[in-house]
T-cell receptor, first 114, second 112 residues
Framework: GAGVSQSPSNKVTEKGKDVELRCDPISGHTALYWYRQSLGQGLEFLIYFQGNSAPDKSGLPSDRFSAERTGGSVSTLTIQRTQQEDSAVYLC????????????FGQGTRLTVV | GENVEQHPSTLSVQEGDSAVIKCTYSDSASNYFPWYKQELGKRPQLIIDIRSNVGEKKDQRIAVTLNKTAKHFSLHITETQPEDSAVYFCAAGDSSASKIIFGSGTRLSIRP
């Protein structure tokens, strides 16, 4: 596809379960971001991947959150032992170089922890 | 690293009037300043951007101004219409971290 693709689009999980969210960036984009957006709130930065550099994990809220980016393309955000406060929309974005070009967003994954 | 401040957090204007959203940034080496619009239930999308080699850029009813000396940039929407109602995010490139930093967003409401 031409855009950033995220899956699943919606996820309902029980408190305490682990979840994996997937992001397929635009082909060739070296930069990939994960954000969290609670209802009516702004974009909370989680993690940033740029090429082969070590990821910027400064936004991860706790050690229950982790992310990988395999082969410089697909990324997976994993939340372990989910809590109700993890409920939010998780947005992925990619750009061709990171700081000087447009970031394209996926449609997001709406996570609901019950 | 870069820090981006955005004001106001909410803004309500009468249809047909102008709306202005302001942002400041901290990294003097930043040279890319995009603005994103997020309609309800949708993903953020780029509406306009400006680079540090120009002071103003206009696209129909939308304009952005940049003051590098003062390290602030603004979004101006003229002749506002109901479809302009959305959350707007400014952003700036962080030269050291090589990534985009977003402001906290402005919820713009257009009153009929």
């Amino acid at each position: 596809g031409a855009g950033v693709s995220q899956s699943p689009s919606n996820k309902v999980t029980e408190k305490g379960k682990d979840v994996e969210l997937r992001c397929d960036p635009i082909s060739g984009h070296t930069a990939l971001y994960w954000y969290r957006q609670s209802l009516g709130q702004g974009l909370e930065f989680l993690i940033y991947f740029q090429g082969n550099s070590a990821p910027d994990k400064s936004g991860l809220p706790s050690d229950r959150f982790s992310a990988e980016r395999t082969g410089g393309s697909v990324s997976t955000l994993t939340i372990q032992r989910t809590q109700q406060e993890d409920s939010a929309v998780y947005l992925c974005a990619s750009s061709s170089d990171g700081r000087d070009t447009e970031a394209f967003f996926g449609q997001g994954t709406r996570l609901t922890v019950v | 690293g870069e820090n981006v401040e955005q004001h106001p957090s909410t803004l309500s204007v009468q249809e047909g009037d102008s709306a202005v959203i302001k942002c400041t940034y901290s990294d003097s080496a930043s040279n890319y300043f995009p603005w994103y619009k997020q309609e309800l239930g949708k993903r953020p999308q780029l509406i306009i951007d400006i680079r540090s080699n120009v002071g103003e850029k206009k696209d129909q009813r939308i304009a952005v101004t940049l003051n590098k000396t003062a390290k602030h940039f603004s979004l101006h929407i003229t002749e506002t219409q109901p479809e302009d109602s959305a959350v707007y995010f400014c952003a700036a490139g962080d030269s050291s971290a090589s990534k985009i930093i977003f402001g906290s967003g402005t919820r713009l409401s257009i009153r009929p």
